[in-house]
């Protein structure tokens, strides 16, 4: 049975899988608005994909099994909301705001997931640096409040790990929390994430939003708004410092599209969808800093056929900040976080971003890495006994560099024994200068793995 505050607008006229017409007895129905049919007493929800004349093109939130023609059609005047409190964290949502944890919220407060309340005017583009106490993207990567950075990394290249390791660095350092948005996640995927964050004793420091591999692609679309909500919430009534991971946001390009070729709309090249620079555009203008608080957000991107230059792909990285790339040949050497230094870039790594000395430093740990590369095959031919000294000295110091971006991480302590170390940006700067200038000629390369900054090595090397 309907609410008794639910206006009847209109009949069902067809239906399929993905989406259900309506002919409307009212005209105050505007894209986005949600209507429901009413099932042996379960209501059906559908979101409006668009209004030709008095036909509604709607796209449903669940199955619409059983759903027929003539069926009456209720406005649910709220639309798609989600939690709008502090009950949000350590809550696991799916993509309409419902909980699929198991929980229950008493006295729910909600908020359009679509809502954006921040005016050009409220926008701070000149945030400060966002230091996540992590060498390698301190030093290679730098974030401001309110970047946005993509994640690029295959299975098994240590994504999750260093996300916990974000999550936890920016609650011990900022007091903040994060929100994670799981977008055409596998179900098994979203489980482990949750039994993890568990076990690793951050899911209190967490908000979670999935919409799974095997949903609808509207759930899959509607996860990036709400996600985005729940940031905002932390970010304008907590005033925090907070991190929005998103993985897959690839995978909210290709629901769009899909949502968009059910609705009779003609895909352009390579199938997307017409409004494809529209619906980034979208997600990505919420990702912003404020005076009071900021959202920066990580980004996985998967990219189809390993096609760089893919449309999708393309527009995404556009209204990116910079990328961390994550590498299987890094974490073959067994360096963790197994971070790519060639491929890993950020618009704040400059002169006028981080400072001369980060940026020269940077500049020179880079070259130093690639020369390295270049003399590991004459090594690999020669021996290294056939380098100039000068070869030899690159060579020493670019193995002790390339070690001391490893860092023992605070959530992996029960797994290696190794008391986790926040590195603060200064020491990473010392350490550096250090070893590319020779101070640690004399110290084996071994002592600068999985440490913290440089003094311990020195100890170690002493005794």
């Given at each position: ?390 070869d030899m000295n690159i060579f020493y110091r670019a193995r002790k560099l390339r070690n001391y971006f490893s860092q023992p991480f605070f959530v992996s302590e029960q797994f290696t024994g190794i008391e986790g170390q926040f590195v603060k940006i200064e020491d990473v700067l010392d350490d550096v200068e250090a070893i590319l200038t020779g101070k640690y000629d004399s110290v084996d390369e071994s002592h600068f793995l999985f440490v913290g900054k440089v003094p311990e090595v020195k100890q170690t090397a002493i005794f």
């Amino acid at each position: 049975m309907s609410n008794i505050n639910e206006t009847k607008i209109g009949k069902i006229i067809s239906v399929s899988n993905l989406s259900v017409q309506v002919l409307l007895d009212r005209s105050e129905v505007s894209m986005r608005s949600c209507m429901c049919a009413y099932l042996n007493g379960k209501r059906v929800s559908f979101e409006v994909a668009g209004v030709n004349g008095g036909i509604a093109q709607a796209i449903p939130l669940s199955s619409v099994n059983g759903l027929k023609k003539g069926m009456d059609v209720f406005a649910l005047p709220r639309g798609i909301e989600i939690e709008y409190s502090d009950n949000i964290l350590g809550k696991v949502f799916n993509s309409y705001g419902e909980l699929i944890d198991g929980g229950v919220i008493e006295n729910p407060v909600t908020r359009n997931v679509y809502e954006k309340n921040l005016a050009l005017s409220e926008i701070d583009i000149d945030g400060d640096v966002l230091w996540t106490g992590i060498k390698a993207l301190d030093f290679f990567a730098p974030m401001q409040k309110g970047f946005k950075m993509g994640m690029l990394g295959g299975a098994g290249v240590g994504k999750t790990v260093l996300i916990k390791e974000l999550i936890n660095n920016v609650y011990r350092g900022w007091g903040s929390n994060s929100v994670f948005a799981g977008i055409g996640e596998r179900s098994r995927e979203g489980k482990e994430l949750y039994d993890e964050m568990m076990e690793a004793g951050l899911m209190d420091k967490l908000a979670v939003v999935f919409g799974q591999m095997g949903e609808s692609s509207m759930a899959r679309s509607r996860a990036a708004y709400a996600g985005l909500t729940l940031a905002e919430f932390l970010r304008d009534e907590r005033r925090q410092d907070v991190l929005l991971f998103i993985d897959n946001i690839y995978r909210f390009v290709q629901a769009n599209s899909e949502i968009s070729a059910e609705i009779g709309n003609m895909p352009i090249e390579s199938g997307y969808s017409t409004t494809l620079l529209s619906d980034v555009s979208e997600v990505e203008e919420r990702v912003n800093s404020t005076g009071q608080g900021s959202i920066t957000s990580f980004q996985a991107v998967f990219i189809p056929a390993d096609d760089i230059t893919d449309m999708a792909v393309n527009t995404i990285m556009s209204h990116l900040d910079g990328q961390i790339v994550l590498s299987r040949k890094v974490a073959e050497k067994g360096i963790y976080p197994a971070v790519d230094v060639f491929s890993t870039t950020s618009k704040l790594l400059t002169i006028e971003g981080v400072g001369e000395r980060h940026f020269r430093l940077a500049e020179k740990s880079v070259a130093t890495l690639a020369r390295y590369q270049e003399l590991e095959e004459v090594v690999a031919v020669l021996g290294v006994d056939e380098l100039s000294e000068e070869d030899m000295n690159i060579f020493y110091r670019a193995r002790k560099l390339r070690n001391y971006f490893s860092q023992p991480f605070f959530v992996s302590e029960q797994f290696t024994g190794i008391e986790g170390q926040f590195v603060k940006i200064e020491d990473v700067l010392d350490d550096v200068e250090a070893i590319l200038t020779g101070k640690y000629d004399s110290v084996d390369e071994s002592h600068f793995l999985f440490v913290g900054k440089v003094p311990e090595v020195k100890q170690t090397a002493i005794f």
